[in-house]
């Protein structure tokens, strides 16, 4: 049970690497997407762990995918900042004259 959770904190990990590659290269829908994926993936492990916890040097695994987890999750709000900025201002009818 523990590798198997691990795998579901690695996938997760993976989807978050990509969302990362996709906002650093402006693939907004991409990383809308790949938000989904890390959903479906978190709803999974959520489930699998009701079954079954981990222990030992897995819990330090875990603790270090999730770091890595949080600081590309950090990276991508910092580059979708701008992007939403402009979605709201195009929202409320203020959009700026700014070219991407």
């Known amino acids: 049970m523990t590798h198997a959770l691990l795998q579901y ?14 906002a650093r290269s402006g693939d907004w829908d991409r990383v809308v997407k790949l938000e989904g994926a890390c959903a479906v993936l978190i709803s999974q492990l959520k489930h699998a762990a009701s079954d079954g916890r981990l222990e ?12 890595r987890i949080l600081l590309n999750d950090a990276e991508i ?5 701008p992007w939403l900025e402009d979605l709201d ?5 203020q959009a700026r004259n700014v070219l991407h």
């Open 89 to 93: 201002q195009m929202m409320s009818g």
């Open 9 to 22: 904190y690695e996938a997760i990990e993976t989807a978050s690497r990509e969302m990362l590659d996709a």
């Open 77 to 81: 709000r910092h580059l979708a900042e």
């Open 56 to 67: 030992g040097d897995a819990v330090q695994a875990k603790a270090r995918i999730m770091q």
